[in-house]
T-cell receptor, first 119, second 111 residues
Framework: GAVVSQHPSRVICKSGTSVKIECRSLDFQATTMFWYRQFPKQSLMLMATSNEGSKATYEQGVEKDKFLINHASLTLSTLTVTSAHPEDSSFYIC???????????????FGPGTRLLVL | QKEVEQDPGPLSVPEGAIVSLNCTYSNSAFQYFMWYRQYSRKGPELLMYTYSSGNKEDGRFTAQVDKSSKYISLFIRDSQPSDSATYLCAMNAGNNRKLIWGLGTSLAVNP
């Protein structure tokens, strides 16, 4: 159980284009999903918290107009990198929190990540 | 001072060794503690989850939390080359607050 999928796994695009990344919880409902960015040999950097049916909460320093997040259902959240530039190249990972109550309510289950390369 | 401190390593051990991975933290409100394993170019995988102080065992893995010292540990017994990965600790104070992450410790288990 607690499987999170992410698509695409890898994308290469030209500078100035927009890229959409999908995150799905396959076998549970996720009221909250998270989007992280990770640079090589570094830890996870939280970009935003996404709650189903409401606007995402962005971390300080993350441009909300640059990184558009939509959490349309209990199993799907999308991250769109708008007008991508080479400095946006990174590993983007989503995670989802199982809505069921109980001791595991604070844990997050991660997708496999999306590697974005902007040329 | 960071809220969560974790030695990035790298840590290299022979196969079969007992591995000890640790994190310290400064926020006494933290109650939920997790260990994740991340293989290269993959998303993190939840290994262990502990609430408050105490020990938890799952197969070759044991998680310990000492809230009085603000110190958590992950022990891996009979380590295998397949355990080679980065291990990240994460924690929060509950109430759906965001997780605070350690830097991750890179572990290599040599055959």
């Amino acid at each position: 159980g607690a499987v999170v999928s992410q698509h695409p796994s890898r994308v290469i695009c030209k500078s100035g284009t927009s890229v959409k990344i999908e995150c799905r919880s396959l076998d549970f409902q996720a009221t909250t999903m998270f989007w992280y960015r990770q640079f090589p040999k570094q830890s996870l950097m939280l970009m935003a918290t996404s709650n189903e049916g409401s606007k995402a909460t962005y971390e300080q320093g993350v441009e909300k107009d640059k990184f558009l997040i939509n959490h349309a259902s209990l199993t799907l959240s999308t991250l769109t990198v708008t007008s991508a530039h080479p400095e946006d190249s990174s590993f983007y990972i989503c995670s989802a929190r199982d809505r069921r109550s109980g001791g595991f309510g604070e844990t997050q289950y991660f997708g496999p990540g999306t590697r974005l390369l902007v040329l | 001072q960071k809220e969560v401190e974790q030695d990035p390593g790298p840590l290299s051990v022979p196969e079969g060794a007992i591995v000890s991975l640790n994190c310290t933290y400064s926020n006494s409100a933290f109650q939920y503690f997790m260990w994740y394993r991340q293989y290269s170019r993959k998303g993190p995988e939840l290994l262990m989850y502990t609430y408050s102080s105490g020990n938890k065992e799952d197969g070759r893995f044991t998680a310990q939390v000492d809230k009085s010292s603000k110190y958590i540990s992950l022990f891996i017994r009979d380590s295998q080359p397949s355990d080679s990965a980065t291990y990240l600790c994460a924690m929060n104070a509950g109430n759906n607050r965001k997780l605070i992450w350690g830097l991750g410790t890179s572990l290599a288990v040599n055959p």
